[in-house]
């Protein structure tokens, strides 16, 4: 009882100090005027929160097909067979380029320039190429994610499938597999709120998302008011995910300490 009331006083009297700083400024006026204006903020949800609408939808498409891509991935480099060795290799070339470059820079040379080429049969839509930026490069660190999971499996799970018959493909998929996604799960989790929050890069190449919306309320008032608006949307968006990634971090590793144990 005493610590959490200590815990308590020493965030209010924290928090507190810092709020009487900001607001004490003498710039503060201005900046409340600019940044959190009430009635901008009121006047800019409705196309900030459409706009929203479009990262939730991107978002949700664009980590299905990580996840999924992300798998194929890991699987192809875990593979030992000897005739899998040009696939292992054209995987790793895969994982360094696509963590090498930025994100941002793939969404740009995607978003951009793709439909510029207007090659037929694919879409023209800057929508649709910055996605495929999106997970490509995302993927890359996913499969690392999965791969580190399945090297995380004891050997000895490998050899047991093998006595039993079971070919390696059979071995990935009945005894590798499902620890492995278990175990990954957590380190996923922080993947989801990350991509969550980069999906906004779309906004540069013209994707009506918040961002974009929100700019375009603030090009045609001069007023700041609808990013923080934006910023507010992505954190209702983040943090019960964020709280959730704690949650089963710290679980899993009461799970391990109790195996451990």
Same mark, same amino acid.
């Given at each position: 009882?005493?610590p959490?009331a200590i815990?308590?006083i020493?965030v209010t009297v924290v928090?507190?100090l810092?709020a009487?700083v900001?607001?004490s ?5 201005r900046?409340?005027l600019?940044f ?7 006047a800019?949800f409705?196309?900030?929160l ?6 939730m939808?991107v ?11 992300a798998?194929?991935l890991a699987?192809?480099?875990s593979?030992r ?8 290799l054209m ?11 930025p994100?941002l820079?793939?969404?740009?040379l995607f978003g951009?320039g @793709?439909p +510029?080429?207007? %090659?037929p049969? *694919?879409?023209n839509s800057g929508?649709?190429?910055? !996605?495929?930026?999106?997970v490509l ?8 994610i ?12 490998r ?7 079971l070919?390696?493909?059979?071995t ?5 597999l499902?620890?492995a996604?278990?175990n990954?799960?957590?380190?996923l989790?922080?993947i989801v709120?990350?991509?969550q929050?980069d999906?906004?890069l779309l906004s540069?190449i013209g994707v ?8 375009i309320?603030t090009?045609t008032t001069?007023?700041y008011?609808?990013l @923080?608006? +934006?910023?507010? %949307?992505?954190? *209702?968006?983040t943090?019960?995910?964020a709280?959730? !990634?704690?949650y089963?971090t710290r679980r ?5 300490l109790?195996?451990a144990?």
């Amino acid at each position: 009882m005493i610590p959490t009331a200590i815990g308590g006083i020493s965030v209010t009297v924290v928090f507190g100090l810092m709020a009487w700083v900001v607001t004490s400024a003498a710039q503060w006026p201005r900046i409340k005027l600019q940044f959190f204006n009430i009635d901008a903020m009121i006047a800019a949800f409705p196309r900030v929160l459409q706009g929203f609408w479009v990262n939730m939808q991107v978002w949700l498409t664009v980590l299905a097909c990580v996840l999924v891509w992300a798998l194929v991935l890991a699987v192809v480099r875990s593979l030992r067979a000897p005739w899998f060795a040009p696939f292992r290799l054209m995987v790793v070339i895969y994982i360094d380029i696509f963590r090498g470059v930025p994100a941002l820079l793939l969404v740009l040379l995607f978003g951009f320039g @793709i439909p +510029a080429l207007n %090659l037929p049969g *694919l879409p023209n839509s800057g929508l649709f190429w910055g !996605a495929v930026a999106m997970v490509l490069s995302y993927a890359a660190y996913v499969a690392e994610i999965y791969r580190s999971g399945i090297d995380a499996v004891h050997e000895g799970q490998r050899a047991a499938a093998k006595s039993l018959g079971l070919s390696e493909w059979q071995t990935l998929r009945y005894a590798i597999l499902p620890q492995a996604l278990r175990n990954v799960v957590p380190a996923l989790m922080n993947i989801v709120v990350a991509l969550q929050k980069d999906v906004a890069l779309l906004s540069v190449i013209g994707v009506r998302d918040a961002v974009r919306e929100a700019q375009i309320y603030t090009a045609t008032t001069f007023n700041y008011s609808s990013l @923080i608006v +934006a910023a507010g %949307l992505f954190l *209702l968006a983040t943090i019960p995910m964020a709280r959730l !990634a704690d949650y089963l971090t710290r679980r899993d590793r009461e799970r391990r300490l109790q195996i451990a144990g």
